[in-house]
């Protein structure tokens, strides 16, 4: 399920240096997957996706990769910049039901 | 293309009192949903409509919550009355259609309930 705080894991990383942002999910059942990047002040913004039948996926400066057998969930920045700092988001769906989102993790991107 | 809008950004009231939000999709996306989010944690469903109908409402506290699409455009949310345990951002997002599993999401309302 998820889980809850007020401490959500925060990553930081020096601009220019790669990032690796992890997520566990929970329901084996789901097909789709996706990674949100929130702001201060605004609503998430979709990143990438992934549906259960591929391992990896590829989109512009980030690559998401998805291990099945221990339900797990990637999202790698390449070369990390100031505007990448934000709380990300993974949130699964099983068979077009409801989005379920995981907690989230600040990146912190130091210049 | 114009996203999504939601107003008002920010509201403050006590507990016991009554507050709406209001939501307008992206032009043509029949599919709206609305979230809570509060802080620290990840957004939660409360409610999703199919054009004007309510496909699910699972986890919306119906003795206190209601939402409404009449036109099958904009909607509102409602909160009546109030609880401290209410203080949290309301988002609203759309789709084009439920089963798309892309949805976008406007800026939210924060509410302070005290």
């Known amino acids: 399920g998820e889980s809850v705080g007020l401490h959500l894991p925060t990553l930081s990383v020096q601009e220019g240096d790669n990032s690796i942002i992890n997520c566990a999910y929970s329901?084996?059942?789901?097909?789709?997957f996706i990674w949100y990047k929130q702001e201060s002040g605004k609503g998430p913004q979709f990143i990438i996706d992934?549906?259960?039948?591929?391992d990896k996926r590829q989109g512009q400066r980030v690559t998401v990769l998805l291990n099945k057998t221990v339900k797990h969930l990637s999202l790698q920045i390449a070369a990390t910049q100031p505007g990448d700092s934000a709380v990300y988001f993974c949130a699964e769906n099983s068979h077009g039901n409801k989005l379920v989102f995981g907690a989230g993790t600040i990146l912190r991107v130091k210049s | 293309e114009a996203g999504v809008a939601q107003s008002p950004r920010y509201k403050i009231i006590e507990k016991r009192q009554s507050v709406a939000f209001w939501c307008n999709p992206i032009s043509g996306h029949a599919t709206l949903y609305w979230y809570q989010q509060i802080l620290g944690q990840g957004p939660k469903l409360l409610i999703q409509f199919q054009n004007n109908g309510v496909v699910d409402d699972s986890q919306l506290p119906k003795d206190r919550f209601s939402a409404e699409r009449l036109k099958g455009v904009d909607s509102t949310l409602k909160i009546q009355p109030a609880k401290l345990e209410d203080s949290a951002v309301y988002l609203c997002?759309?789709?084009?259609?439920?089963?798309?599993?892309?949805?976008?999401f406007g800026p939210g309302t924060r509410l302070t309930v005290t």
């Open positions: 992934i549906r259960s039948n591929m």
């Open positions: 997002a759309s789709s084009f259609q439920p089963g798309t599993y892309e949805q976008y």
């Open positions: 329901n084996s059942a789901s097909d789709y």
